[in-house]
């Protein structure tokens, strides 16, 4: 069954404003990751969070997790057209595979 | 340091034909994974080899679906009869280490698109 469940399912912004993405999940996991693909591509890693950590930060990424709530939200501050793509998180519980989510498409608009 | 290769990029097949799929993971790589993913669809994992084993293949369909990572070579996704459902974005993503508790990052490449007509 699908681990990851991204909100909103789409996103449009205007260029400089922050967008926040949203991952829930089910069970209990040791690491949460976010991807992102542009259209046509593949994915490209962004941020690995382990589920004893509760926030990260690289660049313009910020991503908090909060396992009592199963949940973690992807946040990109002052967005660029740039950023348009999809955003996927990913769980991993100990030895599995990584499970994805659908997905957010996220549309900077310059 | 190239990334993740995958090729062909673009594979067309006719219904009944075979699609061969590869994938040159990164250098120093030793861990391979298969996913599938359907148009506005998240990616579904298929199999997880390292060289010359598979580890877990429980995301691959039991019939027609066949993965290898030989000593020498690339990692190979085979499909034999192709039907018009396995028409997918196939991606393959390769990692220092396997999944556990210390998890590494997947590195993934451009993918291979199958349109099976």
């Known amino acids: 069954s699908q681990q990851g469940e991204e909100d909103p399912q789409a996103l449009s912004i205007q260029e400089g404003e922050n967008a926040t993405m949203n991952c829930s999940y089910k069970?209990?996991?040791?690491?949460l990751q976010w991807y992102r693909q542009n259209s046509g591509r593949g994915l490209v890693h962004l941020i690995l969070i382990r589920s004893n950590e509760r926030e990260k930060h690289s660049g313009r990424l910020r991503v908090t997790l909060d396992t009592s709530k199963k949940s973690s939200s992807l946040l990109i501050t002052a967005s660029r057209a740039a950023d348009t793509a999809s955003y996927f998180c990913a769980t991993d519980s100990g030895n599995t595979p990584l499970v994805f989510g659908k997905g957010t498409r996220l549309s900077v608009i310059a | 340091n190239a990334g993740v290769m995958q090729n062909p990029r673009h594979l067309v097949r006719r219904r009944g034909q075979e699609a061969r799929l590869r994938c040159s993971p990164m250098?120093?790589?030793?861990?391979v994974y298969w996913y599938r993913q359907l148009p506005e669809e998240g990616l579904k994992f298929m199999v997880y080899?390292?060289?010359?084993?598979?580890?877990?293949e429980s995301g691959m369909p039991k019939e027609r679906f066949s993965a290898e990572f030989p000593k020498e070579g690339p990692s190979i996704l085979r499909i034999q009869q192709v039907v018009r459902g396995d028409s997918a974005a196939y991606f393959c993503a390769s990692s220092q280490f396997g999944s556990g508790p210390s998890a590494d990052t997947q590195y993934f490449g451009p993918g291979t698109r199958l349109t099976v007509l």
């Open positions: 080899l390292q060289k010359e084993n598979i580890i877990d």
């Open positions: 250098k120093g790589h030793s861990h």
């Open positions: 069970t209990s996991i040791n690491n």
